[in-house]
């Protein structure tokens, strides 16, 4: 009924993602918005809020939310910029600088099972259209 639907197809296949990623970041206690804001710490250090949204493109004050709740965790900090005041950068903690090799680690395996399970062509065609329709929507 919904084969052609934009909507439905987009959240019918985010559904059946998030489970997957939620399964392998619950691991880590963390769920799979945490995990991305977290690699994206950890590979940006010193980043703002801001360029976390931006990066992932999520809304600031989602970006803040995930970033409160990694800093409760003691994952991540914030420091205050050294050349204005009014900037809060983000550093990964001892606790985030652990997670880092095992949780890439763990992102590499799902996206090769996923890969294996979809097909390479597919999979790649799929993550390259719906970055292609993000871009033409945002």
Request: hydrophobic letters at 40%; proline letters at 4%.
């Given at each position: 009924?919904?084969?052609?639907?934009?909507?439905?197809?987009?959240?019918?296949?985010?559904?059946?993602?998030?489970?997957?990623?939620?399964?392998?970041?619950?691991?880590?206690?963390?769920?799979?918005?945490?995990?991305?804001?977290?690699?994206?710490?950890?590979?940006?250090?010193?980043?703002?809020?801001?360029?976390?949204?931006?990066?992932?493109?999520?809304?600031?004050p989602t970006a803040t939310r995930l970033l409160d709740n990694l800093s409760d965790k003691g994952l991540?900090?914030?420091?205050?910029?050294?050349?204005?005041?009014?900037?809060?950068?983000?550093?990964?903690?001892?606790?985030?600088?652990?997670?880092?090799?095992?949780?890439?680690?763990?992102?590499?395996?799902?996206?090769?099972?996923?890969?294996?399970?979809?097909?390479?062509?597919?999979?790649?065609?799929?993550?390259?259209?719906?970055?292609?329709?993000?871009?033409?929507?945002?």
């Open positions: 009924m919904f084969d052609h639907c934009l909507y439905f197809n987009s959240s019918a296949l985010s559904r059946l993602v998030e489970r997957e990623w939620g399964a392998v970041y619950a691991g880590f206690g963390l769920t799979p918005p945490q995990g991305f804001v977290l690699r994206v710490v950890l590979a940006t250090p010193g980043c703002l809020s801001s360029q976390v949204a931006d990066l992932l493109g999520i809304a600031r991540v900090e914030r420091r205050q910029g050294e050349t204005d005041g009014r900037e809060w950068r983000v550093y990964a903690t001892r606790a985030g600088k652990a997670l880092e090799r095992p949780i890439n680690e763990a992102s590499a395996q799902i996206a090769k099972n996923l890969r294996a399970r979809v097909g390479p062509e597919l999979f790649e065609a799929a993550v390259t259209s719906m970055h292609n329709v993000r871009k033409a929507l945002g």
